[in-house]
């Protein structure tokens, strides 16, 4: 039997020193100040900040937040509610089970960069502070309060590293700097939040419903932003705001809750994204939808043959167009050569059949081959059938494709007489072209998404991951590598036509120029392998997100011109260089990039 002593304090041992904020401002202080700048924040939304209805969302009005106001409501709420958490006030603990601080400073920054970049705008487009009322000044004031406060909590500090004593000055600078960035990252981080309670399935199934309408909510107001500033502002507080919830527990406690009722998810989730028609008023917003879901499914697919088997694969497009074109040769169109017109069943049948052709045609000579050679091989068949389409014109080839200018004038669907092309009227909501096709859409991407679960989960599922994982190893352990990566991308091939036959009809024309490699509108080959590696490989709900966010981001950024491709890159590395796991990781790759790192060593240039 062991007893464990506690050591006597010796007068001489010196007292622990408090732990202190980013700042020199008492803790304390530093919690009033990032309370109330947040409480102050909410209060002068409902003053005017300009005086001029010129500027997007009339600021104007006193007493009703507008325009960007309301995304400054809603971070100085966030904040001024993470804050009391942060003081224990009964009931608001639960919202910080991974700790308030961190949040606040995440919650905190949101507000001010949202506020600051409203007051910047206003000044930029009107001319001048001057046309800054003060309702603008005090919301700058108080989000800047809010934000010292939040830096002003306490939070661990890393010891530095000792300096080796034979750097050079410049080298001392960076040993510095360094040190700064560690501190700064410690302060922004948070520790694992506490498991998550048990609770009556009810109330965990109303959670998920809770969960699912504030989803559906914020990517409604994301899409209906009517000008670009709200974007921008949008874009900041949704972010920021995201980061704070993920700090204190929140994100991870609804991840527990999701992930024991993962049937219930996935039909909240459905139900939820084929309500979004109904929120619009026209088939403005509808258009991106069904798009978004185009690019959605096609991702998805993609993650079966990347995310799972670990085949990169850069011609993926092509598939797509394998569907689409052979959809549209049978679609009825004047432009096709065969002058068929199949129902809606053989036409989905038809493009997923091409497309599942050309990939077992395409990856039975390659599959041999692994990584980059693979990569180009890929990327070349990607060219070639975008070359060969284009030259069936009739003059450098036979005339099946019509060469550059594609098979035009494609008719609208008819499901059991349902004219896809016409509005409708449900329950008193006009259904328009756009939301038939979106609700069409919907149902496939559904196919897509019970196709992905059950074959992952299946005994080809984990031949597929430990393909990806160690082909070698695999090989091995008796996995026939060629046949398990062959079935990969076929099927992946056959999602991807099975997307295609619906975006011929959706687009009502089919070109060459659509299955680029690369290029500035989506979908392409580049714009999918980001989709998935942006929102997780491996995972069903990463690929959805990233390829919405992908579509979305630059429908938005327009207003930025030449410049618009920079800025997407931009938040692209920025976004690799802090999450390269994804924004919904897969479990086992989140601890690839995050596993512990050893201790540090100092080697100076006399050894170590």
Same mark, same amino acid.
């Given at each position: ?20 904020? #980013? ?16 409480? +102050? ?39 001024? &509610? #993470? ?25 905190? &920054? ?6 600051? =970049?409203?007051? &910047?705008?206003?000044? =930029?487009? +009107? ?35 000792? !300096? ?126 069904? =798009? !978004? ?22 011609? =993926? ?149 430990? !393909? ?115 924004? !919904? ?24």
């Amino acid at each position: 039997m062991t007893t464990q002593t506690t050591p006597q304090k010796t007068s001489g041992t010196p007292a622990a020193a408090p732990a202190t904020g #980013l700042i020199g401002i008492p803790p304390r202080l530093g919690r009033a100040l990032a309370t109330g700048g947040g409480l +102050l924040t909410v209060l002068s939304t409902f003053l005017a900040w300009t005086w001029t209805s010129a500027f997007p969302g009339d600021l104007t009005v006193y007493g009703y937040p507008g325009g960007l106001q309301v995304l400054v409501l809603i971070g100085g709420a966030l904040t001024t &509610l #993470l804050g009391l958490a942060s003081y224990g006030v009964k009931g608001l603990r639960r919202l910080t089970p991974a700790g308030a601080d961190p949040a606040v400073r995440f919650a905190a &920054l949101g507000a001010f960069a949202t506020t600051w =970049y409203t007051v &910047l705008a206003i000044s =930029y487009q +009107l001319g001048g502070l001057v046309n800054v009322e003060p309702g603008g000044w005090i919301a700058a004031a108080a989000t800047l309060l809010a934000l010292l406060g939040a830096l002003a909590l306490p939070c661990p500090k890393p010891q530095p590293d000792p !300096i080796d004593p034979d750097s050079t000055p410049w080298e001392q600078v960076r040993h510095r700097l360094a040190h700064t960035g560690h501190t700064v990252k410690a302060a922004f981080a948070a520790p694992a939040p506490r498991p998550v309670p048990a609770l009556p399935s009810y109330a965990e199934i109303l959670i998920i419903v809770g969960i699912m309408a504030l989803a559906l909510t914020v990517f409604t107001y994301g899409i209906g932003t009517e000008y670009d500033e709200a974007f921008v502002g949008f874009l900041i507080t949704a972010g920021l705001g995201f980061a704070a919830l993920h700090k204190a527990g929140l994100i991870a406690h609804a991840s527990q809750i999701t992930a024991r009722h993962q049937n219930i998810t996935l039909c909240g989730a459905f139900v939820a994204a084929a309500l979004f028609p109904f929120t619009q008023t026209d088939d403005q917003y509808a258009t991106i939808g069904v =798009y !978004i879901l185009i690019f959605a499914t096609v991702a998805l697919g993609l993650n079966i043959v990347v995310g799972l088997a670990g085949l990169l694969d850069l011609g =993926y497009v092509a598939f797509l167009g394998v569907g689409a074109y052979a959809a549209s040769l049978v679609s009825g169109s004047p432009s096709s050569p065969l002058d068929l017109h199949l129902p809606f069943w053989a036409t989905v049948l038809v493009g997923a059949a091409a497309s599942l052709v050309f990939g077992v045609l395409i990856g039975a000579p390659t599959l041999r081959l692994r990584g980059d050679y693979l990569a180009i091989v890929t990327l070349g068949f990607g060219e070639i059938f975008r070359i060969t389409v284009n030259n069936l014109d009739g003059t450098s080839g036979p005339d099946v494709t019509n060469g550059s200018n594609g098979i035009s004038a494609i008719p609208n669907l008819k499901i059991f007489g349902w004219d896809l092309g016409a509005e409708h009227t449900v329950a008193g909501f006009t259904i328009g072209r756009f939301a038939n096709y979106f609700f069409l859409m919907l149902l496939i991407t559904a196919v897509v998404v019970l196709v992905f679960r059950r074959s992952g989960d299946s005994r080809i599922g984990r031949a597929w991951v430990a !393909i990806r994982e160690d082909e070698t190893a695999a090989l091995a352990m008796g996995i026939n590598g060629f046949r398990v990566k062959l079935i990969a991308f076929a099927v992946g091939a056959s999602l991807a036509g099975l997307a295609g036959t619906v975006q011929a009809h959706v687009t009502y024309t089919v070109t060459p120029e659509q299955y680029l490699f690369a290029g500035a509108i989506p979908p392409n080959s580049a714009f999918l392998l980001a989709a998935v590696v942006l929102g997780g490989m491996g995972t069903i709900g990463g690929p959805l997100i990233g390829a919405a966010l992908l579509f979305l981001i630059p429908n938005k950024l327009q207003f930025l011109g030449d410049y618009q491709l920079f800025a997407f890159g931009l938040a692209l590395i920025l976004l690799m260089r802090f999450r390269p796991e994804g924004l !919904i990781p897969n479990r086992r790759r989140q601890l690839e990039f995050h596993e512990e790192a050893d201790a540090p060593a100092v080697l100076g240039k006399t050894g170590a």
